[in-house]
Every structure is written in structure tokens, then in C-alpha cells.
């Protein structure tokens, strides 16, 4: 026990191995099975070891890939595998360590042999390993193959859905999850997406297509039950101390061999300390649900798993099923809440909680009704806040998912009814008191801030403004900060306009071939205008239309706010008079004249009244004078504009953007799963 991580660079010289990756066919009723499987270890965690198991495997593979055709020991294996799981049942109630123990060494082993022939060799060179059997003929091909991939998928299906999880349980039931996870591995190996595999067929069709909502809903409640990992060798058989029995024996013969060289880290190590403060049963069991959910349609059958995702209801909805949907299942939501509330520091939970909102109506009603939606939309607005330390996708989701929470008009009025205290994690100014409304315009006000001097996506941009948008009419006791922080993004906007119209305004003069050449008003300038500019003038135009796009989107913002809820922001007329300069430029502007009136009127209406009330007024009395002002304006002054609402709608194709998404989460995610980085093709190293 204990060897170090060298050990397994031995892996390909251990007898066992190289006797079922050998020339010699190997019975399934051989005892050699009962040798081979009797180790016990600690699955490698870190990144090194798991390098150096990955080598050692494909070692081991080369020699069975050659030898297989003769041999059939890949398919004897997984006979033994499949023999050993229909006693799992009763081998988990009668505490049967033992049974269990050798159980997962198989699958263990089975998943190591996967990984390597996955990614060495096409769904058809695999499906033809298959096939073969000891003392192969002729008659081995055929569907036999077809039948022991189906048998082995189905069966990693029912250990997940079947047996029940207890400490030595726990190992094997992660395991399953693992390997059904290499087995759609094969998307990494390939640029396109998979819209046909053969993995994929057996999956979503067949005898596994039964168990679709039943899979889909364990793969939730581990999730959502967070179950860590038992200590260290509570799921291994114990030795008997007087050295009797026959596993004691041949686990004795195999000391310096398999058994040993898999005792990894061992009890307080590094490694299983990170193991035991989370669950990876519930990280793996999360990755697998987004994989499934994320397989692409068949012409002939929708992705079932995204069916049972987008249909499932709350263990309290007595409403009936529909019966045109099959997978349909109840599950507790008050439980989904919690766990969704408590895990948005990753990205696979960010993502779960976007499918559930964008797909299963159920979810979205129930969220938006609960009383505490501070809890699922903090989390959600620390991603954003943190966006320095998040990758792009992380930040979309996020981003998406408060857009999607703010199509509801009773979301937004409710969040500023929430009233928050001593938010520490915002740091450019203490928040004693806010309420998650306000808080919720000064992140994504600064996600916007941060984007312009960064990332400049517009993507980015035109989504936090939609989010803005959605929320303006239901503005409501805005904070002064969010107020002015308001006012100051377009202060930055206009500053903004004001630079890339002077660089657009030197592009033409250069275009015309003189410095003092008469321009025409740039308020009438026509894109022909650009057609004649070199590369780089033609982008102080794109420029200046996307900062007028934006400049257009903010006055609309404040707009939809002084038109339908003025009397309460007045802090927002307070920021507004403050910087009433800024707006003057915009009045003649063409593209902002019509928006300009209602904000132009206002700033008259209120500046009137702050000059009869006299000078040096303190900021007490220039509110109190507004407040009243506010009751004064007769309302039919302002103009009526359609109301602001956005609606989050899906890219054509949205698999193009998410299947490399998952697939980078579960290749940087994945408990005890290491590929070659040279061997990825899916998505570059840096998107992984």
C-alpha cells in the first residue's frame, strides 16, 4: 500500500495485465478474473498521476488492440462486468463488500481500456473489438457486437438508476457515471459535431430508451444531494487479520503487483482531501446530464434526455402527465432550488440552472414565484461581478440567465422590494443597505464598463443592455449609487461617441487628401460615405454606429423609467439635473431627437423649479423639490414610446456554441479523467 506515483509506470509489466492483453484467450469462467480484480486502490486524482495511468494504459491497450482479434479478452471482461452487476442489488443490501469490491475493479478497468480505444480509434474499429470472441471464427461477427455494447450501456444505466447509494456503493455508482461519460468521449476526437454515433443511437434508442427519465433523474438528485465521497477504504473489502480466506490470499500473492501499485495517496493526502470537502458523484453526475442533454436530435427522434429535462415537474404538481411525452418524471424543487442556490461558483451548475430556466417551464414558474430569489440571483451577479476571473462562456450563461429572469414584469418589481444589507464582495463602495434591484443595475453596469475597455463583445453589450431594458418600466427607490452610476455610463458612452467621431472625422479629411477640406454634418453621414475608405477608416464607421446603437439603447433606458415610474426614482432626476450638460449634444442629434424629448422636458421641468426654490440648496432640499415636482408633471407631457422588452431566443444551431462547452467543462472538470491535450479536437486548448 502507499506506493508512490512511479509505481504505475509498472502497470505494463504486471503479470495480470499482460496476461489479458497477451496471446492467449482467456475463458470467462477463468480464475485468472478473480486475480485480476482483487486490488484495491485510491482513484488518482491529480493531474500528474492520472497522466502517468493514461500512459500506462495505452501501453497495455497497444498490445490488446493487437491481440484482441485473436483473443476476445476485451469482450471476456466485459462478460465478467456484466455476470457480477445482476448480483449488485442484493450485494448492496447484504453489505457484500466483497462482491461489490471486484465489481468496480472490473468496471474500473474496463473504463481505463475505453478511454485509450475511444481516442485511438473510430465507433467503427471499437464496434469491431466487440465483436470478437475466444477462439474467434467466422460466426463472431455479426450483431453480437451490437448486443454487448447495448448490454454493457443498459447495464451502467441500471447500476445508476438501481442500486442504492451507500459508502460501499459509492465508488462503483461513480464508476458507472464515469464510463457512460468515456463512452461519449468520442466528440472530443472529432472538429464537427457528432450528429450521427453509434453510442449515440444505443442511447436514444433501444433498451436503454426506457430508462431515460429515470437516468435523468438520479443524475439530478445526486446533484442535488451533494453526497461526498466515504473516507478512504470504507468501500474496500478488509482484510481478515488472521490472514484466512481466499481473497486475503490472493490479495497477498498480488501485493507488490496491481493491488499495491494502486494504493494512491492513501488517508490524509492532498488529493483525497479535496475529494472528501465536495462530491464527485455529483460533479460527474452533472457533467453526464449536460453531455446527454446536449446530444443532437435524430432526424427521426428528438434528444430524449432534453425531452425529460424540458418536461419534469415538481413532486407537488398533481397536474397529469401529457401523454405524448414519455419521459416525463416529478422531482422535488424546493430541493433543485437549494442545490441551484448553493453551487453557481461553477460553470456546470450556471449552465444546468440556463437549461432549466430556458427549457422546462415548470422550473421557470417556480423560481420566479419563490420569496427568496435573492438566493439563486446573488450567486448570479458575483459571477458577473467577478468577471476578470471567469471564462467568456461562465459569463454568458450568467448574463443570459438574468436577461431570461427579467422577461418577468413580476421579477422585476419584486427585486426591488428586497432589501439587502453589507454586501462584501462588492468593493467599489460599501452597501450598508441596497436592495437587489439596485444592486443588480451596478453589476451589470459595470459588466458593461468592464466589456467597453476590454473585451469590446458586442454580444456581450447587447445582452446586459436587453436586461436593463426588460427592468426600466418596474425601476423602482433606485438607489443613489445605481442612479448615478446610471448617468455616469453615459457619461463614458458619450465621451466614448465624442473620440471615435473625431477619429472617424480624420479618417475622412485623409480620405479627401486634405486637412482643411470642408466635411459634411456627420449627423447626415451615409454608410456610401464609408465604401471609399481603406480598412481601418471603414471601422471608425462600424465603430461609431455600434457607440450610437449603444448611446440609443441608454436614453431609451432612462427614458422608460422617467416615463413610467419618475415619482419613484428621484435619484435618478437628482443624477440626471446633476449631469444635465451631457444630454445637450444628443438633443439635434437625428438618431436621438425623438427619444430626447421626454428627458429634455424633464431636465426643463425640474431645473425650473430648483431655480425658483433659489441657490445653495442642500441635496435634502433638492430631493424634497423633486419629490414634489414629481406629483406636479402632468403626465400627458410625456410622450408615449412602446414599451422596452427583450426576449432571450436561442442561435440557430445552438449546439455549435454548447456541445464544445460541455466538453471543455467535463475535459477540465471530470473527476479522475485525464486526456491527452494533443489529441483534443473539438475546441482549442485555450476555449478548454
Request: aromatic share 10%.
Amino acid at each position: 500500500m502507499g506506493a508512490n506515483s512511479s509505481s504505475i509506470s509498472e502497470l505494463p509489466e504486471n503479470e495480470y495485465l499482460q496476461k489479458l492483453s497477451g496471446s492467449e484467450p482467456i475463458s470467462e469462467n477463468d480464475p485468472f478474473w478473480n486475480q485480476l480484480l482483487s486490488f484495491s486502490f485510491t482513484t488518482p486524482t491529480n493531474s500528474a498521476d492520472l497522466k502517468l495511468l493514461e500512459e500506462a494504459t495505452i501501453s497495455v491497450c497497444k498490445s490488446l488492440v493487437e491481440k484482441n482479434p485473436r483473443t476476445g479478452n476485451l469482450g471476456s471482461l466485459i462478460k465478467v462486468f456484466l455476470s457480477r452487476t445482476k448480483e449488485l442489488k442484493i450485494s448492496a443490501e447484504c453489505q457484500n463488500h466483497l462482491f461489490i469490491w471486484q465489481a468496480h475493479n472490473a468496471l474500473f478497468i474496463i473504463c481505463c481500456l475505453l478511454k485509450v480505444f475511444i481516442s485511438r480509434m473510430s465507433e467503427e474499429e471499437l464496434q469491431l473489438h466487440f465483436t470478437y470472441e475466444e477462439k474467434a471464427g467466422p460466426s463472431s461477427y455479426g450483431t453480437e457486437c451490437e448486443d454487448l455494447i447495448e448490454e454493457l450501456l443498459c447495464c451502467l444505466i441500471q447500476l445508476i438508476v438501481e442500486i442504492p447509494l451507500l459508502d460501499i456503493t459509492y465508488s462503483i455508482s461513480l464508476e458507472a457515471v464515469t464510463t457512460l461519460i468515456v463512452f461519449l468521449s468520442c466528440q472530443l476526437f472529432h472538429k464537427e459535431i457528432l450528429r450521427e454515433s453509434i453510442i449515440h443511437r444505443y442511447l436514444m434508442h433501444g433498451r436503454c430508451l426506457p430508462y431515460t427519465s429515470r437516468l435523468v433523474k438520479t443524475l439530478l438528485y445526486n446533484f442535488i444531494r451533494q453526497e461526498r465521497s466515504p473516507p478512504p477504504g470504507t468501500h474496500v473489502f478488509q482484510q481478515q487479520t488472521d490472514g484466512g480466506g481466499l481473497l486475503y490470499g490472493i490479495a497477498s500473492g498480488v501485493a507488490t503487483g496491481l493491488w499495491t501499485v494502486f494504493t494512491l495517496g492513501g488517508v490524509g493526502s492532498k488529493a483525497s482531501a479535496q475529494l472528501e470537502q465536495c462530491s464527485p458523484l455529483a460533479s460527474q453526475s452533472l457533467l453526464l446530464l449536460l453531455v446527454l442533454a446536449n446530444l443532437t436530435d435524430t432526424p427521426d427522434t428528438p434528444n430524449p434526455y432534453r425531452q425529460a429535462i424540458m418536461s419534469f415537474k415538481n413532486t407537488q404538481d398533481n397536474t397529469a402527465f401529457s401523454s405524448s411525452n414519455p419521459h416525463a418524471f416529478q422531482i422535488n424543487f424546493n430541493s433543485l432550488y437549494t442545490a441551484l442556490c448553493d453551487q453557481q461558483k461553477s460553470d456546470q451548475a450556471t449552465l444546468l440552472l440556463y437549461m432549466l430556466l430556458h427549457q422546462n417551464s415548470n422550473v421557470r414558474t417556480y423560481v420566479l414565484a419563490r420569496t427568496d430569489i435573492e438566493n439563486l440571483v446573488l450567486p448570479i451577479l458575483e459571477i458577473l461581478y467577478h468577471v476578470e476571473e471567469r471564462n467568456s462562456h461562465h459569463v454568458y450563461m450568467a448574463l443570459i440567465i438574468l436577461l431570461i429572469l427579467t422577461e418577468d414584469d413580476g421579477f422585476n418589481r419584486s427585486i426591488h422590494e428586497v432589501i439587502l444589507k453589507n454586501i462584501t464582495w462588492y468593493a467599489e463602495r460599501v452597501l450598508t443597505e441596497i436592495s437587489l434591484g439596485s444592486l443588480l443595475i451596478l453589476v451589470v453596469i459595470r459588466t458593461i464598463q468592464y466589456n467597453m475597455t476590454r473585451t469590446r463583445d458586442k454580444y456581450l453589450h447587447t445582452n446586459c443592455l436587453a436586461a436593463l431594458a426588460n427592468m426600466s418600466a418596474q425601476f423602482r427607490s433606485l438607489h443613489q449609487y445605481a442612479a448615478q452610476r446610471i448617468i455616469s455610463l453615459f457619461s463614458l458612452l458619450s465621451k466614448k461617441h465624442n473620440k471615435v467621431l473625431e477619429q472617424a472625422t480624420q479618417s475622412l479629411r485623409g480620405s479627401l487628401g486634405s486637412n482643411d477640406s470642408p466635411l459634411p454634418d456627420y449627423h447626415f453621414w451615409e454608410m456610401s460615405d464609408c465604401l471609399h475608405f481603406s480598412e481601418t477608416k471603414l471601422r471608425h464607421a462600424q465603430d461609431l454606429n455600434v457607440i450610437e446603437e449603444v448611446i440609443r439603447m441608454m436614453l431609451e433606458i432612462i427614458n422608460s423609467c422617467l416615463t413610467n415610474s419618475l415619482h419613484h426614482n428621484p435619484n435618478l432626476v437628482y443624477a440626471l439635473l446633476y449631469k444635465r450638460d451631457l444630454f445637450e449634444q444628443f438633443r439635434t442629434h437625428p438618431s436621438f431627437q425623438d427619444i430626447m424629448q421626454n428627458i429634455d422636458l424633464v431636465i426643463s421641468f425640474f431645473s425650473s423649479r430648483l431655480e425658483q426654490a433659489g441657490a445653495e440648496l442642500s441635496v435634502e432640499r433638492v430631493l424634497e423639490i423633486i419629490k414634489q415636482g414629481a406629483v406636479a408633471l402632468p403626465k400627458d407631457r410625456l410622450r408615449k414610446f412602446p414599451e422596452l422588452k427583450f426576449k432571450y431566443v436561442e442561435e440557430e444551431q445552438p449546439e455549435e456554441f454548447f456541445i464544445p462547452y460541455v466538453w471543455s467543462l467535463v475535459y477540465n472538470s471530470a473527476v479522475a479523467l485525464y486526456w491527452n491535450p494533443r489529441d483534443i479536437q473539438l475546441f482549442t486548448m485555450d476555449s478548454g
